[in-house]
């Protein structure tokens, strides 16, 4: 299979803090990964893209110095909310595509985070 | 601008019955659809995915099918089950490095 896991699965921090969430891809190599984010009965809305190895790539509207994406390896990208806010609380699912094979993102289970 | 659109928020289906999702699209660049299934506080999980070259993927109980022509494409589930009750997402993309795009969920609820 192709599994994907993302730590934490829920965060709750103070408002001005850093949280860092990372996604691996456990059992694939992954070039690309994305980050995404879902509010309540909402489509999931791509925040940013990320190649191993270079900077990501931002949606329009997305603020590159709050949310910083880094891809070191293969199988690891991490995303970092920088000074969160309460507006910033939301569910963050990434996905990473595989190297080679069937051209399918799978998913990350998500983190819930909550900033109070 | 959606480009990916799924009107009905919600559907409710007698286990055992067909469940009809449905999904338009505007971008006719896009050649590629998937559907993926979603619980609550889960990622999303794929469930079948359909080229722009074909008009039916059947996958068991899962069968996509495209209407390039009304750029509309449509997920049948039969028998449906009270496991299939999720949301499900329409995504496409356009090429093979194209992002994913999606529509915003339809909750499916299968009665038993």
């Known amino acids: 299979g192709a599994v994907v896991s993302q730590h934490p699965s829920w965060v709750i921090c103070k408002s001005g803090t850093s949280v860092k969430i990372e996604c691996r891809s456990l059992d694939f190599q992954a070039t690309t990964m994305f980050w995404y984010r879902q509010f309540p009965k909402q489509s999931l809305m791509l925040m940013a893209t990320?190649?191993?190895?270079?900077?990501?790539?931002?949606e329009q509207g997305v603020e590159k110095d709050k949310f910083l994406i880094n891809h070191a390896s293969l199988t690891l990208s991490t995303l970092t909310v920088t000074s969160a806010h309460p507006e910033d609380s939301s569910f963050y699912i990434c996905?990473?595509?595989?190297?080679?094979?069937?051209?399918?993102?799978?998913f990350g289970p998500g983190t819930r985070l909550t900033v109070l | 601008d959606q480009q990916v659109k799924q009107n009905s928020p919600s559907l409710s289906v007698q286990e055992g019955r067909i469940s009809i999702l449905n999904c338009d699209y505007t971008?006719?660049?896009?050649?590629?659809f998937l559907w993926y299934k979603k619980y609550p506080a889960e990622g999303p999980t794929f469930l079948i995915s359909i080229s722009s070259i074909k008009d039916k993927n059947e996958d068991g109980r899962f069968t996509v099918f495209l209407n390039k022509s009304a750029k509309h494409l449509s997920l049948h589930i039969v028998p449906s089950q009270p496991g299939d009750s999720a949301v499900y997402f329409c995504a496409a993309r356009a090429g093979s490095q194209g992002n994913l795009i999606f529509g915003k969920g339809t909750k499916l609820s299968v009665k038993p």
């Open positions: 990320s190649n191993e190895g270079s900077k990501a790539t931002y």
């Open positions: 996905s990473a595509r595989k190297a080679s094979g069937i051209d399918t993102q799978y």
């Open positions: 971008n006719s660049m896009f050649d590629y």
